[in-house]
């Protein structure tokens, strides 16, 4: 036998897929697409980094020590900080109730979550100086009781808020339509009450889907111009980052400008290895 | 030690799943509720859970003689088997196991000592204690659904509820299980009820079997009882393969062809049409006419694949068909060719009070 295998080696036959492509158009597209990318993405990353270190790492690092630098990424975190674990209680208590219950107005509900999605943050910003601001519904009343919402921290959190609600609760629903109520009622035949389900049983099933949806968040959270913008008033010192950079632009700080930029972009760049390092726990554990 | 549901009704939106359903298992008993699906059956387990509640005030729930229609589900003690297991995924089959003691509150709870104890004793029960780190992800379907039973056991329930425990199993696998969970029935004897629609698991694994049409319970008796004398049409139909024979009723019995049959079912009418039905086992084929065999009908197929062997037949006289189960022997002797005539005596044939059409 082993004499005859050695005569007639068995060659492997490559045939190409159904669905596969020739050589040349494999490679035509794959360029094409790589090229792309670098275009549009890579080239003005790199740019950003290269910007930020035009004047030499000492003056980037004097930029970011800069302390109305430091004040608007502090205002950032407290910001993301109020706003993504309240989104967070909200998301998962919005995805629960669409997916473990049935109720009236559920479509409804459903349909509410998505609207800051397809509301220009423009607008959720402007919303809220129209309920909020000294002209608004409670306005007087507010800056009566000497509570100042509009131009200040609070009207930063809600206009983040606003924008950033349908992270969690996204992500989230169609997971949990996924999975189904079984494993709930099987906990709760089992003589286990509401909380010990969550804790046990949900909250296990969903904890990457939920890490997932709080990292989008956050970063949108950290990212939100345009909300915030409204909101903010630019003469007077508190700046979130975004807000940040774009007085250092406007007042012609290049380099400065970039050097903030470049926090920002580091906190994209975690953001995407983490949702990767995410995506690959939740394909193993699909297995 | 009895389980009982007393005039359940439930409607899903439209759709009623039951109408005032009555049914006791008593202590130790292993029932099946047998039925189509859509009739009901698995809404009917729900309900006993408390995983579903009935409509009205006069549904009611009873576990030991005690109410328990307005407890909870989780202070209910039900072990509860869902057809896809609905095992823990992120816990292993010992901590499975183990999930309805470790939830416990610490007064109630037994300590870490007797839990492994009685999840061990548990493991050996279902025939597992080799699997007890693997993770629901790495266990076969009979597996799986070995650890679910396992894990309802675990709080040693008033009643074990099984919502077709073998379905989502190959048919292998479900005979075997269904032999097992019959010794394991006779070891433990808790107070079972299980749903299935295969008429053959509920016949075997069951001491008594209720059958589900639409939302009510047709029948229930012993399967020997349900099997032999079934109540209406349906059940006969339900049970088993059924052959249909178009005849005429006079002075209390049937006429099929040139043969009369005793049907005091139909006592109150007289010269009607009628339907009879024969299983395909009650049927004898000669070749030539003589006796009871009077008749006629012309071969049409012969299926010969499996233990049995299956002859399809045309009536001569009306042109209906029926297909009659011949051991290989009588295969061989008859020797049937397609085309042929030949002559069938009908035995068992069932006549309902009412006309029905299957």
Redesign the interface.
């Known amino acids: 036998m082993e004499a005859v295998a050695a005569t007639h080696p068995a060659r492997p036959v490559r045939r190409r897929l159904p669905t596969a492509e020739s050589p040349f158009m494999r490679r035509l597209l794959i360029t094409g697409a790589l090229l792309f990318l670098g275009l549009f993405l890579v080239i003005p990353l790199l740019a950003v980094f290269a910007q930020a270190f035009a004047k030499g790492p000492g003056f980037y690092f004097k930029t970011l020590a800069d302390p109305q630098t430091l004040s608007a990424i502090k205002l950032t975190l407290f910001t993301a900080g109020i706003a993504v674990p309240m989104n967070c209680v909200f998301g998962l208590a919005a995805a629960w109730a669409i997916t473990k219950f049935d109720f009236p107005g559920k479509n409804i509900l459903t349909t509410l979550i998505d609207l800051p999605f397809s509301v220009s943050p423009v607008i959720a910003g402007l919303v809220y100086v129209l309920v909020f601001g000294a002209q608004g519904w409670f306005g007087p009343w507010l800056s009566a009781h000497g509570i100042h919402i509009i131009y200040a921290v609070p009207g930063f959190v809600l206009a983040t808020t606003f924008v950033t609600f349908p992270f969690v609760a996204r992500e989230l629903i169609p997971l949990m339509q996924a999975q189904g109520r079984t494993d709930e009622e099987a906990a709760r035949v089992l003589g286990s009450g509401g909380w010990q389900t969550l804790w046990r049983v949900t909250m296990p099933n969903i904890k990457w889907g939920l890490l997932y949806g709080v990292i989008l968040c956050n970063a949108r959270a950290m990212g939100e111009f345009g909300a915030v913008s409204v909101v903010s008033n630019n003469t007077q010192g508190q700046n979130t980052i975004t807000l940040q950079i774009e007085a250092l632009y406007k007042n012609f700080n290049l380099t400065g400008a970039f050097a903030l930029a470049t926090v920002l972009t580091f906190l994209a760049l975690v953001t995407i290895v983490l949702k990767a390092w995410i995506e690959h726990k939740e394909a193993r554990l699909k297995l | 030690m009895s389980v009982e549901v007393r005039n359940i009704t439930k409607q899903f939106g439209r759709f009623p799943a039951l109408y005032g359903v009555s049914l006791k298992v008593e202590s130790g008993e292993l029932v099946a509720l047998l039925g189509p699906s859509g009739s009901g059956k698995t809404t009917l387990l729900r309900i006993i859970?408390?995983?579903e509640f009935p409509d009205t005030s006069e549904g009611r729930v009873l576990f030991y003689g005690e109410d328990v229609t307005d407890k909870p589900?989780?202070?209910?003690?039900?072990?509860?088997a869902?057809q896809?297991y609905?095992?823990?995924?992120?816990l292993d089959v010992f901590e499975n196991i183990a999930?309805?003691l470790r939830?416990?509150s610490h007064r109630t709870r037994p300590t870490e000592n007797e839990i492994r104890e009685r999840v061990e004793k548990l493991l050996k029960l279902v025939q597992l204690e080799s699997l007890a780190k693997r993770f629901p992800?790495q266990l076969s379907g009979g597996q799986r659904q070995r650890v679910a039973l396992a894990?309802?056991l675990?709080?040693e329930p008033k009643v074990l509820l099984l919502d077709e425990p073998f379905g989502a199993l190959d048919a292998k696998v479900r005979k075997e299980l269904r032999h097992w969970l019959r010794q394991l029935h006779e070891e433990i004897h808790v107070t079972t009820l299980f749903v299935t629609h295969d008429q053959e698991e509920a016949l075997e694994v069951a001491d008594r079997v209720a059958i589900l049409r639409e939302g009510r319970i047709e029948q229930i008796g012993t399967p020997e009882e349900i099997y032999d004398y079934p109540a209406t049409p349906f059940v006969y139909d339900f049970l088993g393969n059924v052959n249909t024979f178009a005849g005429r009723v006079h002075d209390g019995s049937v006429e099929i062809g040139a043969s009369k049959f005793a049907a005091p079912e139909t006592a109150g009418r007289d010269d009607t049409d009628a339907v009879a039905f024969v299983r395909p086992h009650d049927i004898r084929v000669t070749r030539r006419p003589g006796g009871p065999a009077k008749l006629a009908a012309r071969v049409v197929l012969c299926h010969t694949a499996g233990p049995l062997a299956h002859l399809e037949l045309e009536r001569l006289d009306n042109g209906g068909r029926f297909t009659v189960e011949l051991s290989k022997d009588q295969l061989r002797q008859l020797a049937p060719k397609p085309g042929e005539r030949m002559f069938v005596e009908l035995r068992n044939v069932k006549i309902f009070p009412e006309d029905y059409s299957i």
């Open positions: 859970a408390g995983l589900t989780h202070k209910r003690r039900a072990g509860f869902f896809h609905a095992l823990f995924r992120h999930f309805g939830i416990r992800s894990r309802a675990a709080i």
